[in-house]
C-alpha cells in the first residue's frame, strides 16, 4: 500500500472561550426566569398572589444584574433589564386581576345581602299580615280628682 498522506500530527490545545460579565447575564436570565414563571400564576385571580414572590425574586435578580453589568461598563445589560420589565409586568397583572376580582365579588355579596334583606321583609310582611288582629285595651279614664 503506497500511503501518500503525511503522517496525522496530534496537538493537544486547549481553548478556553470566555464571556464578559457572565455574572449579569446569569442574573438577568434568572429574572427572566423568574418574571416568566410569575407572569403565568399573575392572571389568576387571588392564586395569582404567589405571583408576587416570584416577581420581587425576579426583581431583585435583574437589580443585582444590572448592577453588575454597571460596574463592568454597562456589557450584558439587556437580560437584567428584561427580567425587571417582566417582573414588574406580573407584579401589576397580579394585583390589577385581584382587585378586579376583589371588587366584583364585593358587589355581588351586596347585591345577595340587598336581595336577602328584601325577602325577609316581605315575609315578614306576610306574617305580620296572618296574624289575627287583637282588639286595643281600652284606654282608662281620665280622672283628678283623686287625691291622696
Known amino acids: 500500500m503506497d500511503s501518500s498522506y503525511p503522517p496525522v500530527q496530534h496537538i493537544n490545545a486547549t481553548v478556553t472561550v470566555t464571556t464578559r460579565n457572565t455574572a449579569a447575564s446569569l442574573m438577568g436570565g434568572l429574572a427572566i426566569l423568574m418574571g416568566i414563571l410569575a407572569l403565568v400564576f399573575s ?30 461598563g454597562f456589557k450584558s445589560w439587556v437580560l437584567p433589564v428584561i427580567g425587571a420589565f417582566l417582573c414588574l409586568c406580573a407584579i401589576l397583572v397580579c394585583v390589577i ?3 378586579l376580582a376583589s371588587s366584583a365579588l364585593s358587589d355581588e355579596m351586596a347585591k345577595q345581602k340587598a336581595t336577602q334583606e ?26 283628678n280628682s283623686l287625691k291622696f
Do not use: M
Open 118 to 143: 328584601a325577602q325577609e321583609k316581605k315575609l315578614r310582611a306576610a306574617f305580620d299580615s296572618s296574624l289575627p288582629q287583637l282588639p286595643s285595651p281600652p284606654k282608662a279614664p281620665k280622672n
Open 97 to 99: 386581576f385581584t382587585g
Open 43 to 72: 392572571w389568576i385571580p387571588f392564586l395569582g398572589i404567589v405571583a408576587i414572590p416570584f416577581g420581587a425574586i425576579g426583581g431583585l435578580l435583574a437589580l443585582i444584574g444590572f448592577i453588575v453589568s454597571a460596574c463592568h
